[in-house]
């Protein structure tokens, strides 16, 4: 199986501050045929499922903030929050989906500092 | 409304079974793989299985092989999960969620609210 491993597993920003959570893939999820990496990032709130932000690693979801972006390459992928809103607080996760099982990072739970 | 909606799921002993179901509402159901994944309470979220959309296809997490069944009724646009030989670590939040683009696996943007489902004695 595909291991997606997050860092770090908790995160404390300001308000206004930048936040940046890191994903590993044990292996590469590009495919080389149209040159993507299948990696998704999702943000949970309490009590809620998960929502879709960043998709191919860096595509945006119609509607997400612009204040969120993804990047990466490799086998390595950040999420950024380039100015840290109160709404913001919520667990991340990345998840790839070149492989089947379609594997999740473990989570970060992001909080204001 | 496009909408996921599962049910299902409640307290059942050790060693016993239940089956959980996600009704589809406002796309073409039968034009899209489907995926259930789960959330033990506090931790992260864990993919299950998946299934095709003529339902030929079926792929499933080691953890659930052999013990848990994923199905579908396109007639009743209604996705399923029958689940055998209950264990505790099996209590979680069990979700179905869509991938974004009809005949593919790709990234998930739609997801049901989730139902509980508890294993204990």
């Known amino acids: 199986d595909t291991v997606m491993t997050q860092s770090p597993d908790f995160l404390a920003v300001s308000l206004g501050e930048r936040a940046t959570i890191n994903c590993r893939s044990s292996q590469s999820i590009l495919y080389s045929s149209n040159n993507k990496y299948y990696l998704a990032w999702y943000q949970q709130k309490p009590g809620q499922p998960p929502k879709l932000l960043i998709y191919?690693?860096?595509t945006r979801e119609s509607g997400v903030p612009d204040r969120f972006s993804g990047s990466g390459s490799g086998t390595d992928f950040t999420l950024t929050i380039s100015s840290l809103q109160a709404e913001d607080v919520a667990v991340y996760y990345c998840?790839?989906?070149?492989?089947?099982?379609?594997?999740f990072g473990q989570g970060t739970k992001l909080e204001i500092k | 409304e496009v909408q996921l909606v599962e049910s299902g799921g409640g307290l059942v002993q050790p060693g016993g079974s239940l089956r959980l179901s996600c009704a589809a509402s406002?796309?073409?159901?039968?034009?899209?793989?489907m995926h259930w994944v789960r959330q033990a309470p506090g931790k992260g979220l864990v993919w299950l299985t998946r299934i095709k959309t003529d339902g030929s296809t079926i792929d499933d997490a080691d953890s659930v092989k052999g013990r848990f069944t994923v199905s579908r009724d396109n007639a009743k646009n209604t996705l399923y999960l029958q689940m055998n030989s209950l264990r505790d670590e099996d209590t979680a939040v069990y979700y179905c969620a869509r991938p974004a683009v009809a005949g593919t696996n790709w990234y998930f943007d739609l997801w049901g609210r989730g139902t509980l489902v508890t294993v204990s004695s």
């Open positions: 191919w690693a860096s």
């Open positions: 406002g796309f073409t159901f039968s034009s899209y793989w």
């Open positions: 998840q790839q989906y070149y492989y089947s099982p379609h594997t």
